[in-house]
């Protein structure tokens, strides 16, 4: 896989693609997400579930909207000056911008898929668990990405590639440690949004894929704001 390869839009053979992301290493986190996947295997304990998924799409989207906030302060910015505005600094917002929105939505799709199958499975998802903590923890990971983004965006970028990579790593795996997701029918009314899968384990690949490409996303950017 090159360093810019997507997944999107591309026919895979999705078992494949579950081992390639297997062989490969995780990016290596920083010390906040160290801490945030510690406190996650504390409060939703370790082994894998659509809860504790659940909680990883929730916070999922956050970084893009930090992004996305960014830039639009950004250009106010450089519009609110009686100077012209660089044409590389808008771009670059615009770029930001049009990359939180995309991927954005994605992740929402996402979590309304994760939370329908969890309430289809007659899972019981906890106030305390899936609705007060995930608001606290939202809204640090939000201002810890926009704070990073306000003083040095590739901090951002570099954090989000990283947590996408331990995103997509937590996907496969649980696809893997359940081979009766493999004939197991999937349906849900957001499929309307989302591409309908064969089955819950192709389901839960293909979001998997999704995140890979979201890392690598965030990494093209990396390489392009270093110049």
């Given at each position: 896989?090159?360093?810019?390869?997507?997944?999107?839009?591309?026919?895979?053979?999705?078992?494949?693609?579950?081992?390639?992301?297997?062989?490969?290493?995780?990016?290596?986190?920083?010390?906040?997400?160290?801490?945030?996947?510690?406190?996650?295997?504390?409060?939703?304990?370790?082994?894998?579930?659509?809860?504790?998924?659940?909680?990883?799409?929730?916070?999922?989207?956050?970084?893009y909207w930090a992004?996305?906030?960014?830039?639009?302060?950004?250009?106010?910015?450089?519009?609110?000056?009686?100077?012209?505005?660089?044409?590389?600094?808008?771009?670059?917002?615009?770029?930001?911008?049009?990359?939180?929105?995309?991927?954005?939505?994605?992740?929402?799709?996402?979590?309304?898929?994760?939370?329908?199958?969890?309430?289809?499975?007659?899972?019981?998802?906890?106030?305390?668990?899936?609705?007060?903590?995930?608001?606290?923890?939202?809204?640090?990971?939000?201002?810890?990405?926009?704070?990073?983004?306000?003083?040095?965006?590739?901090?951002?970028?570099?954090?989000?590639?990283?947590f996408e990579s331990?995103?997509?790593?937590?996907?496969?795996?649980?696809?893997?440690?359940?081979?009766?997701?493999?004939?197991?029918?999937?349906?849900?009314?957001?499929?309307?949004?989302?591409?309908?899968?064969?089955?819950?384990?192709?389901?839960?690949?293909r979001i998997g894929?999704?995140?890979?490409?979201?890392?690598?996303?965030?990494?093209?950017?990396?390489?392009?704001?270093?110049?």
């Open positions: 896989m090159s360093a810019f390869e997507y997944t999107i839009g591309k026919t895979l053979n999705l078992k494949e693609e579950q081992e390639k992301t297997l062989q490969t290493p995780k990016l290596p986190a920083n010390i906040i997400l160290k801490g945030m996947f510690w406190t996650f295997d504390v409060l939703y304990g370790v082994p894998r579930s659509l809860p504790k998924i659940l909680v990883l799409e929730i916070l999922a989207r956050y970084p992004w996305e906030n960014g830039a639009y302060h950004l250009l106010s910015k450089l519009y609110s000056s009686t100077e012209k505005a660089p044409q590389a600094e808008v771009e670059k917002a615009l770029r930001h911008i049009r990359m939180g929105r995309e991927a954005q939505d994605n992740e929402q799709c996402h979590m309304l898929l994760c939370a329908d199958l969890c309430h289809q499975k007659g899972i019981r998802l906890s106030w305390a668990y899936h609705f007060l903590l995930p608001k606290i923890m939202t809204l640090t990971y939000f201002w810890i990405t926009r704070i990073m983004y306000g003083v040095r965006p590739v901090w951002s970028f570099a954090m989000n590639a990283a331990h995103a997509e790593h937590e996907y496969m795996l649980y696809a893997q440690e359940h081979p009766e997701f493999e004939h197991e029918a999937v349906e849900s009314v957001w499929f309307q949004y989302y591409p309908r899968q064969r089955s819950l384990a192709d389901l839960i690949r894929l999704d995140e890979r490409d979201h890392m690598v996303h965030s990494l093209e950017e990396v390489k392009r704001l270093q110049g």
